[in-house]
C-alpha cells in the first residue's frame, strides 16, 4: 500500500488544518500514524490509530488540538488540527502498519507516504 499525505499549507497561529493521507489500497486492517520532522531534527510521534478504529493515541504536544480519525471506506487517515502554534511547523507524514499498534517508534511502522508541509507563521 502507498500512502501520499496532503493538505499542508501556510497558516498562522490559532488556526486550523486538516491533513488527509490516502492509500492506495485498503487500509482496514492497518493500523495508521502520523509523524512530523523539522530540519535537523528525528521524526517524532503524532497520533496513531488501530486498525479496529479504536480511540488514538497521541504525543502530549497536541493532545486537546489534533483529532486523528480514520475513514476505512475511503482509505483514509485524517487529522484534524486545530489551534495551531508554530512550533507545530514541520513536514508530516502518514504510515502504516498491518500490526494493531499505536507505537511512537519510527521503526514500527513499514510503509510511509512523502510527506506535507505545514507552517505555522504570523
Known amino acids: 500500500v502507498q500512502l501520499q499525505a496532503s493538505g499542508g499549507g501556510l497558516v498562522q497561529p490559532g488556526d486550523s488544518l486538516r491533513l488527509t493521507c490516502a492509500a492506495s489500497?485498503?487500509?482496514?486492517?492497518?493500523?495508521v500514524a502520523w509523524f512530523r520532522q523539522t530540519p535537523g531534527k528525528e521524526r517524532s510521534f503524532v497520533a496513531a490509530?488501530?486498525?479496529?478504529?479504536?480511540?488514538?493515541d497521541y504525543a502530549e504536544a497536541v493532545k486537546g488540538r489534533f483529532t486523528m480519525s480514520r475513514d476505512n471506506a475511503k482509505n483514509t487517515a485524517i487529522l484534524q488540527m486545530n489551534n495551531l502554534k508554530p512550533e507545530d511547523t514541520a513536514v508530516y507524514y502518514c504510515?502504516?502498519?498491518?500490526?494493531?499498534?499505536?507505537?511512537?517508534?519510527?521503526?514500527?511502522?513499514?510503509?510511509w507516504g512523502q510527506g506535507t508541509l505545514l507552517t505555522v507563521s504570523s
Open positions: 504510515a502504516s502498519s498491518v500490526m494493531s499498534t499505536t507505537s511512537p517508534r519510527t521503526t514500527t511502522w513499514s510503509s
Open positions: 489500497g485498503s487500509i482496514s486492517r492497518s493500523s
Open positions: 490509530i488501530r486498525w479496529r478504529n479504536s480511540f488514538p
